[in-house]
C-alpha cells in the first residue's frame, strides 16, 4: 500500500504543529522521519492514524483520500501505529491486548481468546518474537511489551507500519533486535514511517529520510549523509555531536559507597555488594543492560528504595537511613530516568513543575506564602537559560515535547545549590540538539567540583561523559575502568566479564 500525505496543516491555537506537509512512502520501504522532539513528526502522525484531524490537506491510500474519524478508520484502512508509550492494558495477558478493540467471538458471545492465542503465536513464530500469548504484559520487559505492539498492529493487516520513537524505552540488544525486525516487514511489503532523532538509526536501517523542523518539511537525505549533516538539517545549525571536556580537576569531597545492597519487594537482591568511590570534579558514568540494578541504585542513592543495607557517604555525612526530602536538602540533585512518571506533574505548570521539592521555604515560601512573584521570575530565568521551547510559563509541562520536558527536569535539578548530581539516562528520548545542551550542563557541574554519577544504557553517551566507567551486570560491579577503555571490552564486561578476562579475549 502506497501513503501519502498531501499539505497536512494542524493547528493548536497559535501553534502550528505541521505546516502543510507533504510525505510519500512506497510499499517495501522505510522512510524515516527525522527531526528534534517538537518538530512536529509525532503530530504527522497521529493526524495519520486519527487521533487529531487536519484543518488542511489529504490523507492518500493507494491515491484514494481517505477520511479517518478516528484510529478504528486508520486501522480499518490499514494503518497500524507503534507509540513510543505503549498503549497496553498492563493487567491484561498479551492475547486479551492483541483483541482489544476488534474481539472475536464464539457461541453464546464469549470472548473466543483461543483464536487470539492462535494469532499471536502464528505472527510471533513468522518473526521469531517468542511472546507467550497468556503472559501478563505488566510481567514483560518493555522489549517484549514493543513486540507485543507490534503483533497487535500486524494482526490488523495493517500494510502501513508507524513506528514512533520506537527505540527511545529499549536497550542496544532490543534495538538492534528491532531493526531487523523491520527490515523483515519491509522485505514483506509493508510501507514504514519511523520516526527517530537518532542518527545512528536512521544511517542503519532508513531507504529515504525526510526531515522535519517546526512543523515543516526543510529537506531529505540519503542514508549515506553523515551525521553533522543530518544533524545541521535537524537543528538548523551546526551541532556539536562529541563532549568537549578537560581533564577532570578531582576536589576532596565527594561520594563514598561501601557494600550496598538493594533487596525488592519479592526479596529479590537487586543491588549486590555494591562498592564505589566519586569526588568532586569527575563524572563516574554506570553503564550496563537495563535491568542489571542501576536503577535501583539510583534511587538507593535517593532514599527511594526501603530495603537498603551498607553505607553511602556525602562528604561524610551518612545518607541511608535518610528520607527522600532531607537527601534532597543535603544538595543531591536527581534527574531520574523516568521523567513522566517521577520527574515532573504534567498538569502543572513549568512554573509549578520548576519548584517542586522546594515548597517547604524561602525563597519560594515566606511565612507560609508562596513568593509568586520569585516563582514567575526564576521560572522566566530557567526558562530562557535552559532554552525551553513553550510559549509561556503557564504552559502545563505535559502539553511540552518530550525534549523540553527533560529540559524542565535539569533545570529544577541543576539549579539546586548541588554536591552530588545523580542523573539517570538524562538523554533518553532526547532529540540531538537537546543532547548536546544537557551533556554541556553535566560537564559544567563537574567542572565546577561537583561529583556527578550518570547512569545509561547508551554506552556512546556514558564515554562520552566519563571520566570512569562502572559496569553493573546482575546487581554486581563487574569493574571499574578508565573512559577510554575500548567498546569491545566495554561491551564484555556488560555481559559480566571481567575487565582482566574481556581484556584478554579482545587481545
Excluded: W
Excluded at 563516574?284 to 526501603?306: C, P
Excluded at 524542565?408 to 528520548?429: F, I, K, N
Amino acid at each position: 500500500m502506497r501513503l501519502e500525505l498531501r499539505g497536512i496543516t494542524k493547528r493548536f491555537g497559535a501553534l502550528v504543529a505541521n505546516d502543510h506537509i507533504d510525505l510519500v512512502v512506497e510499499p517495501g520501504e522505510i522512510h524515516c522521519l527525522l527531526g528534534e522532539n517538537g518538530a512536529g513528526k509525532s503530530t504527522l502522525m497521529n493526524v495519520l492514524y486519527g487521533l487529531y484531524q487536519a484543518e488542511e490537506g489529504d490523507i492518500l491510500l493507494d491515491d484514494e483520500v481517505q477520511h479517518f474519524a478516528g484510529p478504528g478508520d486508520a486501522m480499518a484502512a490499514g494503518i497500524g501505529m507503534v507509540h513510543q508509550h505503549f498503549m497496553l492494558v498492563p493487567v491484561f495477558t498479551v492475547a486479551e491486548n492483541v483483541m482489544l478493540g476488534h474481539e472475536q467471538t464464539r457461541g453464546g458471545g464469549r470472548l473466543d481468546l483461543d483464536a487470539a492465542r492462535a494469532q499471536v503465536r502464528e505472527i510471533s513464530a513468522r518473526f521469531g518474537f517468542h511472546v507467550d500469548p497468556d503472559a501478563v504484559v505488566e510481567d514483560l520487559p518493555v522489549g517484549v511489551q514493543q513486540r507485543v505492539e507490534i503483533i497487535k498492529a500486524l494482526s490488523r493487516n495493517a500494510d502501513v507500519l508507524v513506528f514512533d520513537e520506537p527505540t527511545a524505552v529499549l536497550t542496544p540488544q532490543e534495538t538492534d533486535e528491532l531493526m531487523t525486525i523491520m527490515r523483515q516487514l519491509r522485505d514483506e511489503g509493508a510501507a514504514i514511517v519511523f520516526i527517530t532523532h537518532k542518527l545512528r538509526e536512521v544511517r542503519e536501517v532508513a531507504d529515504r529520510i525526510t526531515v522535519i523542523r517546526h512543523g515543516k518539511v526543510v529537506g531529505e537525505a540519503s542514508p549515506t549523509a553523515s551525521d553533522a549533516e543530518l544533524a545541521s538539517l535537524m537543528v538548523g545549525r551546526a551541532v556539536e555531536l562529541t563532549v568537549q571536556k578537560d581533564a577532570p580537576t578531582l576536589r576532596d569531597n565527594g561520594l563514598v559507597v561501601r557494600d550496598l545492597v538493594v533487596t525488592d519487594e519479592a526479596g529479590t537482591v537487586v543491588v549486590d555488594g555494591v562498592s564505589f568511590e566519586v569526588r568532586g570534579g569527575e563524572v563516574l558514568a554506570v553503564a550496563g543492560v537495563q535491568g542489571n540494578g542501576q536503577t535501583e541504585l539510583t534511587e538507593a542513592l535517593l532514599g527511594l528504595e526501603n530495603d537498603v543495607t551498607g553505607s553511602v557517604t556525602l562528604d561524610g555525612a551518612e545518607l541511608v537511613g535518610l528520607s527522600v526530602r532531607r537527601i534532597l536538602d543535603q544538595g543531591v540533585g536527581f534527574v531520574p530516568e523516568d521523567r513522566t512518571h517521577d520527574g515532573l506533574v504534567g498538569e502543572f505548570t513549568i512554573a509549578e513543575n520548576l519548584m517542586l521539592d522546594r515548597s517547604d521555604g524561602p525563597p519560594f515560601v515566606r511565612r507560609g506564602a508562596l513568593q509568586l512573584g520569585f516563582r514567575d521570575r526564576f521560572a522566566r530565568e530557567k526558562v530562557q537559560e535552559y532554552d525551553v521551547r513553550t510559549q509561556g510559563i503557564t504552559t502545563p509541562v505535559g502539553r511540552l515535547s518530550g525534549g523540553n520536558q527533560q529540559k524542565v527536569v535539569v533545570a529544577r535539578e541543576m539549579s539546586r545549590d548541588l554536591r552530588l548530581l545523580v542523573a539517570a539516562q538524562p538523554t533518553r528520548g532526547v532529540d540531538v540538539g537537546s543532547i548536546e545542551f544537557i551533556h554541556k550542563r553535566i560537564v559544567a557541574t563537574r567542572d565546577a567540583g561537583v561529583p556527578v554519577v550518570v547512569v545509561s544504557t547508551e554506552l556512546d553517551e556514558a564515554v562520552a561523559l566519563a571520566d570512569r566507567i562502572m559496569v553493573m551486570y546482575r546487581g554486581k560491579v563487574v569493574g571499574i575502568v578508565p573512559a577510554d577503555t575500548p567498546r569491545d571490552v566495554l561491551g564484555l564486561m556488560m555481559a559480566g566479564i571481567s575487565p582482566q578476562d574481556a581484556k584478554g579475549e579482545v587481545a
